[in-house]
Each structure stands twice: as structure tokens, then as C-alpha cells.
């Protein structure tokens, strides 16, 4: 039994609207409404919403529209532009997971609410989950070739893997099909993580500290790869991989909608 915790108050800037509730499954899903069923399906029994004040009402009337969600599922909703000073850009991901720690209670999950990770990845991290201890997480990876857009350049979580620990992680810009920089089989992240509660203390502490050197830098971002190697470094956690063979889907531009619905169709 786990925690989802979904983060979902991202600006989309460049998709020029609410990509978290683009439709784009084959009967009018969401991206979200595909984390929430698979997790279920692994184990979940709640469900955190990270959201932004202005679009909370757009994400509940989302579920109300497609019937509600499960009755077994506990669901909360938390405003991440309500935790920390207020700006108009999110802090970053690892603010987005710290803005939830008051709705979180045992082992938690961490998903984007704007990625496909497919059924059995989130299995193999519920899995993973049981035996986790305080200073331990654990990251789902993914093969490059399976994360990369027909077009266009995205940035990944770059892994090092030694057997199935994560000994570093590096945030890589620039990368495309095209490119031959890493083999194709390299293991990246793309934010989906479980954590024990024990790393809720150790992003308040970081978070702290990103404020006292960036909290000036209106689009400076508390990121949860670097918050995760950060507490790497220090020893303070380890980290272990499982890898899927799952098809990453995602958008970036309206364009990319056609494209993931039918990936999704074809599913």
C-alpha cells in the first residue's frame, strides 16, 4: 500500500495550455488519468494532487466529467503556489513533491502528471517499494530509444547504474533521435520515484538552502533529480533502479498530440 503523488502544477508553457489535461487517450484521458489507474493497479490507495491555485478547479471538473474517481481511492488536492514565497513560476519539482508533505503518510510514489510510464513500470516500483528502508529510494529508468520524440530535442535524466544502484544523474539538454552521444539502451530518468517519508525532512533542509542562494532568481528551479543526488553525495541516501521496457509517451507542443494519441491507441 502507497501514496501517488502526482505533480501536476506545471505552466506547459510551451504546449500554450493545461497539458496536464490534454485529452489523449482513445476515450478523452488524460495523461493522469492513466497514472492514477495503473498505480491503483499496483497498489496505490491515494492519490496527491499537486496543483496550481488556478487550475484546481479545471483538474476536479476533469474527474467530475469522467464519472469520478474510484471510491477506494483516497484523493487529496494540494496548491504548490501555497507553500513557499510566492512567484509566479513553480519552484521546481522537489519544492512540488515538499508542497505535499502534510497530505503524504508511509511510502510514496512520484509520477509527472504529463507522461505515460505504462502499466508495468509502476509494478515494478510497488514492487521495489516493500522492502524500502528510511534512506533508501528508488527510481524507475527507462531506455533512451524509448523516451525520444519522432522530432525535435528533449532533456533527460542521464543515469549511472552499477548493478541496481544509481550512482550518479546528470540532466542532459539537447538530446534527440537522432543524436549518437549515448548508446541507445542508457538508462534515464523520467521522474518516477519512490521514497520512503524520511525524504520529505531532507528536501525542507534542501530547499532551505536553495532559497538562501537562488530564492532571488525568479526562474531558478529545486529540482528532484538534484535534490535526489545531493542526498546521494552525502550518503545520507541509496538508490536503487528497476528498468522497464515500457514506451515513454509525452507532449511538449500541440503538435506532439497526434502522435502520443496513437501510441496510446496502438496500446
Request: hydrophobic letters at 45%; a negative charge.
Amino acid at each position: 500500500m502507497f501514496t501517488l503523488v502526482v505533480m501536476a502544477a506545471g505552466l506547459g508553457s510551451r504546449f500554450g495550455s493545461t497539458k496536464q489535461l490534454a485529452q489523449v487517450g482513445p476515450n478523452g484521458e488524460a495523461f493522469l488519468d492513466f497514472a492514477i489507474a495503473d498505480a491503483q493497479a499496483a497498489g496505490a490507495k491515494r492519490v496527491v494532487l499537486i496543483v496550481r491555485s488556478e487550475i484546481e478547479a479545471d483538474v476536479q471538473r476533469h474527474f467530475e466529467l469522467r464519472g469520478g474517481l474510484p471510491d477506494d481511492l483516497d484523493v487529496a488536492y494540494v496548491r504548490q503556489d501555497g507553500h513557499g514565497p510566492p512567484r509566479p513560476k513553480p519552484w521546481g519539482t522537489a519544492h512540488a513533491v515538499l508542497s505535499a508533505a502534510e497530505a503524504v503518510s508511509g511510502p510514496f510514489m512520484v509520477c509527472n502528471a504529463d507522461d505515460y510510464y505504462g502499466p508495468t513500470a509502476y509494478a515494478a516500483l510497488a514492487q521495489a517499494m516493500q522492502t524500502m528502508t528510511d534512506n533508501e529510494a528508488w527510481l524507475c529508468g527507462y531506455r533512451l530509444d524509448h523516451t525520444l520524440p519522432a522530432e525535435g530535442t528533449v532533456t533527460r535524466g542521464v543515469c549511472q547504474v552499477d548493478g541496481d544502484r544509481l550512482v550518479g544523474i546528470v540532466e542532459q539538454e539537447g538530446i534527440s533521435l537522432d543524436d549518437h552521444t549515448f548508446p541507445k539502451d542508457t538508462v534515464v530518468s523520467m521522474n518516477l520515484w519512490a521514497f520512503s517519508p524520511a525524504f520529505l525532512d531532507a528536501l525542507r533542509d534542501g530547499f532551505a538552502r536553495f532559497l538562501d542562494q537562488h530564492g532571488d532568481n525568479a526562474t531558478a528551479e529545486y529540482l528532484l533529480p538534484h535534490a535526489v543526488a545531493t542526498e546521494m553525495k552525502s550518503g545520507a541516501l541509496t538508490v536503487g533502479v528497476v528498468t522497464t521496457e515500457e514506451t515513454w509517451i509525452g507532449v511538449t507542443n500541440p503538435d506532439d498530440l497526434d502522435v502520443a494519441r496513437a501510441a496510446l491507441r496502438s496500446r
